[in-house]
């Protein structure tokens, strides 16, 4: 079955999909915007839920930090009622407004990475949000035709994955991410 990719306005944090993808830091801090989001839904606190995060950064990768492309997995938690059962971290490039190809290629391993992990994992349905869009300012068109991009050349390697959402939290970013791949 294809994988089928859609854009969706939403908030990630009680997003129905099997696993949700967090846009974190390299540390797995957790300090703020979606990764804090999260951090505070799934485990009642942020403090928590970060350590949680480098125990598990620990068992996985073996280090204290994620390189772009790496993934750490954590439970769904206090998300299971959603029917979120992992959170997927990933670390995006940071962009402060510029954008190039290396900042692009990072993106791209960060989605990639993402997307290798719920194959791995069984699940059917997972949903990221605009990775790289918020703090690290990377600009939101390119975030999205990059994951468009990406899903689409997942679609020759995956055999599980039958949908991939990327959710937009406010009304403007929807309307943005729509354009930009229509256009
Ligand atoms: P980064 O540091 O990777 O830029 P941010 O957390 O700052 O990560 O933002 C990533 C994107 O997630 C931004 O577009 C931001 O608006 C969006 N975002 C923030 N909170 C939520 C949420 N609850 N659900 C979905 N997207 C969110």
């Not at 480098?54 to 959603?82: C, F, N, S, W």
Request: aromatic share 8%; charged share 30%.
């Amino acid at each position: 079955m294809a994988v089928e990719f859609e854009i969706v306005r939403g908030d990630i944090t009680r997003f129905p999909a099997e696993a949700i993808v967090n846009a974190a830091n390299k540390y797995l801090e957790h300090g703020g915007g979606v990764a804090y989001a999260i951090a505070k839904a799934a485990a009642g606190n942020a403090r928590e839920y970060i350590r949680i995060s480098k125990e598990a950064m620990r068992e996985q990768l073996g280090k204290d930090h994620i390189d772009h492309g790496e993934v750490v997995v954590t439970p769904g938690m206090r998300l299971e009622k959603y029917g979120i059962r992992y959170v997927i971290h990933t670390v995006g490039p940071y962009c402060g407004g510029i954008w190039d190809d290396e900042k692009k290629g990072k993106l791209r391993k960060a989605i990639i990475g993402a997307l290798r992990k719920a194959e791995e994992l069984g699940v059917k349905t997972i949903a990221s949000p605009a990775i790289s869009a918020g703090i690290y300012g990377c600009p939101l068109e390119e975030v999205v035709k990059t994951f468009k991009e990406v899903v689409e050349e997942f679609k020759a390697e995956t055999r599980g994955v039958e949908k991939v959402y990327l959710v937009l939290y406010s009304e403007d970013a929807y309307r943005t991410a729509l354009k930009a791949v229509t256009s």
